[in-house]
C-alpha cells in the first residue's frame, strides 16, 4: 500500500460522511488532537518504567483515547455516527480518578507555577498547553457543527490530568515548581 494518495493535492480531504477542506474547522480540531497526541508519546519517551510506570501506561492509554476523540469529530453529519462514537463518561472519570492518585502525591498549590523543571514535566507541560488548544478548536467546531459532548468534556479533564501529572514528574524527581512571582494567591 502507498503511503500517498494524492487526493489531497488540492486542499481537500475525507473526513467521515464526506470530503471538506483541509482547513475546515472540523479538521483543525481533529489535527490538533494529533498533534496533542504526539506530543503525549514524546512525554511517554521520556518516563522512565522505574519512576514513572504508572504514568507511562497512562499516557498510551490517553493516546488510544485521542483516537478516539479525533475520530468522533470526524463526522460530517453527526447523527450518523451517535450510535457509534467511541468517547464516553468513562473515560472523562478515568481521568479524574487518575488526577486524584497523583494529586496525593503534590504539594499543595497556592499561586500559578512556572511550567518547566524536569524534562518529563516540561513535555507534559507542553501537552497541556496543546490540549487546551485543542479544546478551544473543538469549542470552535461545536459552535457551528453538532459534535460528540463528550470529546468537549474529555478534553478539559485531560488539560487538568496533563497539569497534576506534570507536577507530580516534578515531586517523584526532586524537582520543585517555580511559582510565578507576581502571582498572588489564587488557589485556596
Given amino acids: 500500500m502507498k503511503v500517498y494518495t494524492r487526493t489531497g493535492d488540492q486542499g481537500i480531504t475525507s473526513v467521515i460522511g464526506g470530503r471538506v477542506s483541509k482547513d475546515d474547522i472540523r479538521v483543525e480540531a481533529y489535527g490538533t488532537i494529533d498533534e496533542l497526541n504526539s506530543f503525549v508519546g514524546q ?10 510506570g504508572d504514568l507511562k501506561q497512562h499516557l498510551l ?8 476523540c ?5 463526522f460530517v453529519n453527526p447523527g450518523q455516527g451517535a450510535a457509534v462514537y467511541k ?5 472523562v472519570q478515568r481521568l479524574e ?3 486524584d492518585e497523583y494529586e496525593k502525591e ?22 497541556r498547553t496543546v490540549c487546551r488548544r485543542a479544546e478551544r ?29 506534570a507536577r507530580m514528574a ?15 494567591r489564587v488557589f485556596k
Fill in 70 to 74: 479525533g475520530s468522533d469529530l470526524a
Fill in 43 to 52: 512525554a511517554a519517551c521520556l518516563a522512565n518504567d522505574e519512576q514513572f
Fill in 137 to 165: 478548536r473543538t469549542v470552535t467546531l461545536g459552535n457551528v457543527a453538532e459534535i460528540n459532548s463528550e470529546v468537549l468534556r474529555y478534553m478539559n479533564r485531560l488539560s487538568d490530568f496533563l497539569f497534576v501529572a
Fill in 170 to 184: 516534578n515531586v517523584r524527581q526532586g524537582c520543585p515548581d517555580v511559582e510565578y512571582e507576581r502571582s498572588g
Fill in 87 to 91: 468517547t464516553n463518561a468513562d473515560m
Fill in 106 to 127: 503534590n504539594p499543595a498549590i497556592e499561586r500559578f507555577i512556572l511550567p518547566g523543571g524536569t524534562p518529563l514535566s516540561s513535555a507534559l507541560h507542553v501537552c
Fill in 97 to 99: 480518578a487518575w488526577m
Fill in 61 to 68: 492509554h490517553i493516546q488510544h483515547e485521542l483516537f478516539d
